[in-house]
């Protein structure tokens, strides 16, 4: 717990169907049948406050943000930048950089009374000598209007529904690498009530001590999250000692306590592998919720994100009327949600999986509406809790790396989510996240997933490569990179919205033609992978490390093709560079011909020649014309100015190439162009899919072209004609969020459809949005 993170409310075997998909549907709202859905519309970049175009490294943070009172300005805190920032969003669409507001610390939340901001600022020197303040800012003028001095840390602060009161908890948290890093830490944690009535001059405070209640750590509470009811009523979470209290504001007391609770949870996954793979066939019992986030219903219930800090987290959320009763518990639905969607986070199935970091309540129409803001998984879960102890899903929404808070402004049909994880070099900034309710149909997710036979999700993600079925045209293909440790292939039906991952293959050698493929053999099978005697060949210790157990393989797929006799092309991308010690080669280009049940009839590598001027930056795409397989080469290899693409004849079984004019880079942040996929069109025509490595408004490059072949010569290089930049006709920015780095796959269908896809890295240092995006059938015409 760094700081605080507050929700801060304003007044190709085919699957089965899932009954889960049919609750995603549109929303039949008690106000207006024509009012359906959330989706976003605008992201605000917390780097546009120093530079709107954010050509700038400086690492910054979205965590916590509330909104002034006519909802036309957010104000969030960047701890990192130790400030309050303003943004107008008068024109939803165009949220625009209003400026920032200096402080004496690390602001931990922010709350409105009125025309004010109240930020708790932490101004502690270390986890014992801790202090805080609150910070009273005119939010028009941006001026510090009043200071009130804090006993200790604080983490996260309400205000109530009538502003008459405010209260803040000062969690003094506790040090994760002091010892085993369990409380009791002193100095204790406690909370702050403040009296708001009349102007910040007259406001008075109280200390309220909650030692001596909690049942594990008595002597440390460490209370994590706060909100208020229309009763005064406050809801308190103390997340290591899995225990909620009950605060009655107008008398200063608790008025009711009860621990959270423990919960069993089956079919999940709670295994990391490197590579990763999900299966959702493990259990976990009595694991304590450890809530975070909390957030009232109504006067008589409550919700809370179970998010877990120390022995806990149980991946979903609860509600509990007021006498501490369970009423709803969401067992393994939101990872099971998170696989189908694509945004499951395999390197957290060890800990807390998608973990639900926070949680806000707030009527749109006459409908309550409950949203759990998933911290790993980057997905904000829409419930209808009408009723709530039968909560009904209806979507969910994409969000930034590490959504934290989030805002309700039902006044303008909007919802606010800050998400505070920021990495240039990464592709993702710390952004606010804007969504509106309207009369559009949802928008996201473009893919989900039908059950297996065991009525669990498909797992999927990493989508890196796209083709098309060439009598189906509802009909694509895709595969899995090398994040996952079991090669698998992706049927994906195109007819319905979102589209349907209704078929799963995995890529076996089953009868040893991958296992027999030539390779160097070890004079001494101990050395290590990156010895002299090994980085520049691939060995047979390489090669075993490409085979499962079970015979399926653990290659990098980044290209698929449909086999005109049947079954799969599938372009595996080598590993390494020849010359580079560092990056030894572990692994060859290879060209894996399956039959339609994915298992290895034929494996092809390049010329020796070839492979021996190999560099990291290898196959992508792959497609079949006119009985040869085509290749594209990602980069340029060795001395050579452009990039390959290879021509295999499946007769005569030899290779030829063309070389490919990469465009320049045009991104403010340098970077390099690659190739990214390839595909025929027919006539010796191809369509490429070009890429630069940057995302956001880093982005420049990411465009399709065509050339034409049919007159060239092996060593020719090819002309090429612009069919479609993603960027400038805005198919990429449509979606509301950030542009994507990796625009991976390109497949047009038999009515001349072409669709586009991007690789979520395997929502690893990434949001794991895939968009699937249909460009339409007028492009070739």
């Given at each position: 717990?760094?700081?605080?993170?507050?929700?801060?409310?304003?007044?190709?075997?085919?699957?089965?169907?899932?009954?889960?998909?049919?609750?995603?549907?549109?929303?039949?709202?008690?106000?207006?049948?024509?009012?359906?859905?959330?989706?976003?519309?605008?992201?605000?970049?917390?780097?546009?406050?120093?530079?709107?175009?954010?050509?700038?490294?400086?690492?910054?943070?979205?965590?916590?943000?509330?909104?002034?009172?006519?909802?036309?300005?957010?104000?969030?805190?960047?701890?990192?930048?130790?400030?309050?920032?303003?943004?107008?969003?008068?024109?939803?669409?165009?949220?625009?950089?209003?400026?920032?507001?200096?402080?004496?610390?690390?602001?931990?939340?922010?709350?409105?009374?009125?025309?004010?901001?109240?930020?708790?600022?932490?101004?502690?020197?270390?986890?014992?000598?801790?202090?805080?303040?609150?910070?009273?800012?005119?939010?028009?003028?941006?001026?510090l209007v009043r200071t009130i001095a804090l006993g200790g840390q604080p983490d996260?602060?309400?205000?109530?529904?009538?502003?008459?009161?405010?209260?803040?908890?000062?969690?003094?948290?506790?040090?994760?690498?002091?010892?085993?890093?369990?409380?009791?830490?002193?100095?204790?944690?406690?909370?702050?009530?403040?009296?708001?009535?009349?102007?910040?001059?007259?406001?008075?405070?109280?200390?309220?001590?909650?030692?001596?209640?909690?049942?594990?750590?008595?002597?440390?509470?460490?209370?994590?999250?706060?909100?208020?009811?229309?009763?005064?009523?406050?809801?308190?979470?103390?997340?290591?000692?899995?225990?909620?209290?009950?605060?009655?504001?107008?008398?200063?007391?608790?008025?009711?306590?009860?621990?959270?609770?423990?919960?069993?949870?089956?079919?999940?996954?709670?295994?990391?592998?490197?590579?990763?793979?999900?299966?959702?066939?493990?259990?976990?019992?009595?694991?304590?919720?450890?809530?975070?986030?909390?957030?009232?219903?109504?006067?008589?219930?409550?919700?809370?994100?179970?998010?877990?800090?120390?022995?806990?987290?149980?991946?979903?959320?609860?509600?509990?009327?007021?006498?501490?009763?369970?009423?709803?518990?969401?067992?393994?639905?939101?990872?099971?949600?998170?696989?189908?969607?694509?945004?499951?986070?395999?390197?957290?199935?060890?800990?807390?999986?998608?973990?639900?970091?926070?949680?806000?309540?707030?009527?749109?129409?006459?409908?309550?509406?409950?949203?759990?803001?998933?911290?790993?998984?980057?997905?904000?879960?829409?419930?209808?809790?009408?009723?709530?102890?039968?909560?009904?899903?209806?979507?969910?929404?994409?969000?930034?790396?590490?959504?934290?808070?989030?805002?309700?402004?039902?006044?303008?049909?909007?919802?606010?989510?800050?998400?505070?994880?920021?990495?240039?070099?990464?592709?993702?900034?710390?952004?606010?996240?804007?969504?509106?309710?309207?009369?559009?149909?949802?928008?996201?997710?473009?893919?989900?997933?039908?059950?297996?036979?065991?009525?669990?999700?498909?797992?999927?993600?990493?989508?890196?490569?796209?083709?098309?079925?060439?009598?189906?045209?509802?009909?694509?293909?895709?595969?899995?990179?090398?994040?996952?440790?079991?090669?698998?292939?992706?049927?994906?039906?195109?007819?319905?919205?979102?589209?349907?991952?209704?078929?799963?293959?995995?890529?076996?050698?089953?009868?040893?033609?991958?296992?027999?493929?030539?390779?160097?053999?070890?004079?001494?099978?101990?050395?290590?992978?990156?010895?002299?005697?090994?980085?520049s060949v691939f060995d047979e210790a390489d090669l075993a490390l490409l085979i499962?157990?079970?015979?399926?393989?653990?290659?990098?797929?980044?290209?698929?093709?449909?086999?005109?006799?049947?079954?799969?092309?599938?372009?595996?991308?080598?590993?390494?560079?020849?010359?580079?010690?560092?990056?030894?080669?572990?692994?060859?280009?290879?060209?894996?011909?399956?039959?339609?049940?994915?298992?290895?009839?034929?494996?092809?590598?390049?010329?020796?020649?070839?492979?021996?001027?190999?560099?990291?930056?290898?196959?992508?795409?792959?497609?079949?014309?006119?009985?040869?397989?085509?290749?594209?080469?990602?980069?340029?290899?060795?001395?050579?100015?452009?990039?390959?693409?290879?021509?295999?004849?499946?007769?005569?079984?030899?290779?030829?190439?063309?070389?490919?004019?990469?465009?320049?880079?045009?991104?403010?942040?340098?970077?390099?162009?690659?190739?990214?996929?390839?595909?025929?069109?027919?006539?010796?025509k191809f369509l490429m899919l070009e890429r630069d490595n940057q995302g956001g408004?880093?982005?420049?490059?990411?465009?399709?072209?065509?050339?034409?072949?049919?007159?060239?010569?092996?060593?020719?290089?090819?002309?090429?004609?612009?069919?479609?930049?993603?960027?400038?006709?805005?198919?990429?920015?449509?979606?509301?969020?950030?542009?994507?780095?990796?625009?991976?796959?390109?497949?047009?269908?038999?009515?001349?459809?072409?669709?586009?896809?991007?690789?979520?890295?395997?929502?690893?240092?990434?949001?794991?949005?895939?968009?699937?995006?249909?460009?339409?059938?007028?492009?070739?015409?």
């Open positions: 717990m760094h700081s605080m993170n507050m929700f801060k409310k304003t007044a190709l075997a085919l699957a089965i169907s899932s009954p889960l998909l049919l609750a995603g549907c549109s929303d039949d709202d008690k106000d207006s049948s024509s009012v359906k859905n959330f989706n976003r519309v605008a992201t605000f970049h917390v780097c546009e406050q120093i530079n709107t175009q954010c050509n700038d490294d400086t690492e910054t943070v979205a965590e916590i943000v509330a909104a002034s009172t006519d909802g036309q300005t957010l104000i969030y805190t960047d701890s990192e930048q130790e400030q309050l920032g303003f943004v107008d969003i008068s024109t939803i669409e165009s949220p625009a950089a209003a400026g920032t507001f200096a402080l004496n610390g690390e602001p931990t939340s922010v709350a409105i009374k009125g025309e004010y901001a109240l930020a708790a600022v932490n101004t502690s020197t270390d986890y014992v000598t801790v202090s805080g303040e609150l910070a009273v800012i005119n939010i028009a003028s941006k001026t996260s602060i309400a205000v109530s529904p009538d502003s008459m009161y405010a209260l803040v908890i000062l969690e003094n948290e506790r040090d994760e690498d002091l010892g085993d890093g369990a409380p009791p830490q002193l100095p204790a944690g406690e909370l702050v009530i403040l009296n708001l009535s009349g102007e910040p001059a007259d406001w008075t405070s109280q200390t309220l001590d909650i030692t001596g209640i909690a049942d594990l750590y008595a002597a440390d509470p460490e209370p994590e999250y706060v909100d208020i009811n229309s009763d005064n009523i406050a809801v308190v979470t103390l997340q290591e000692n899995n225990h909620i209290l009950l605060v009655d504001l107008e008398t200063a007391t608790v008025s009711a306590d009860f621990s959270a609770g423990t919960v069993d949870l089956e079919n999940i996954d709670n295994t990391e592998e490197d590579a990763a793979i999900i299966s959702l066939s493990e259990s976990l019992n009595d694991i304590p919720r450890e809530p975070d986030g909390v957030s009232w219903i109504d006067t008589e219930y409550f919700a809370t994100a179970d998010e877990g800090d120390l022995d806990g987290g149980s991946r979903g959320f609860t509600i509990f009327n007021k006498q501490g009763e369970v009423v709803y518990s969401s067992g393994n639905d939101l990872d099971h949600m998170a696989v189908r969607f694509g945004h499951y986070p395999d390197a957290r199935s060890g800990n807390k999986g998608n973990e639900p970091e926070n949680i806000e309540v707030a009527s749109f129409g006459g409908t309550p509406y409950l949203f759990v803001n998933s911290e790993r998984a980057n997905l904000v879960f829409v419930y209808d809790v009408s009723n709530p102890e039968q909560p009904v899903y209806k979507q969910t929404l994409p969000a930034g790396v590490g959504p934290e808070g989030g805002l309700a402004i039902p006044d303008r049909n909007l919802l606010v989510v800050a998400s505070e994880k920021d990495d240039r070099g990464d592709k993702f900034r710390a952004a606010l996240n804007i969504y509106q309710r309207s009369s559009a149909d949802a928008s996201y997710p473009t893919i989900e997933s039908t059950n297996r036979v065991d009525e669990t999700p498909i797992p999927w993600s990493a989508l890196s490569g796209l083709a098309a079925s060439p009598t189906d045209e509802n009909m694509l293909y895709s595969i899995e990179d090398s994040f996952y440790g079991q090669s698998r292939i992706f049927g994906i039906d195109v007819s319905t919205t979102p589209a349907q991952l209704n078929q799963e293959v995995t890529i076996k050698d089953s009868n040893n033609i991958f296992a027999a493929i030539s390779r160097s053999v070890l004079a001494d099978d101990s050395v290590d992978a990156d010895d002299a005697t090994r980085v499962n157990d079970d015979n399926s393989v653990n290659i990098d797929p980044e290209g698929i093709a449909v086999a005109s006799d049947g079954g799969f092309w599938v372009a595996s991308e080598g590993s390494g560079t020849q010359g580079d010690a560092g990056r030894p080669i572990n692994s060859l280009n290879f060209i894996f011909k399956t039959d339609a049940n994915g298992v290895i009839e034929e494996v092809i590598t390049l010329p020796q020649s070839v492979n021996d001027i190999q560099v990291r930056f290898g196959f992508e795409g792959i497609t079949e014309y006119n009985g040869s397989v085509y290749v594209a080469i990602q980069r340029a290899w060795g001395d050579e100015a452009n990039p390959r693409i290879g021509a295999y004849n499946t007769t005569s079984e030899q290779w030829s190439f063309f070389f490919y004019p990469l465009d320049t880079a045009e991104s403010q942040n340098g970077g390099w162009v690659g190739l990214s996929d390839i595909t025929s069109i027919g006539d010796g408004k880093d982005a420049a490059i990411k465009r399709i072209y065509e050339f034409d072949v049919s007159a060239l010569s092996d060593g020719d290089t090819i002309s090429k004609t612009l069919v479609r930049d993603l960027i400038a006709e805005g198919d990429l920015s449509a979606p509301g969020g950030a542009t994507y780095e990796k625009m991976e796959g390109l497949a047009v269908t038999a009515d001349n459809t072409v669709y586009v896809v991007n690789d979520n890295d395997g929502v690893d240092d990434s949001n794991g949005e895939t968009q699937l995006i249909n460009l339409g059938n007028d492009l070739l015409n």
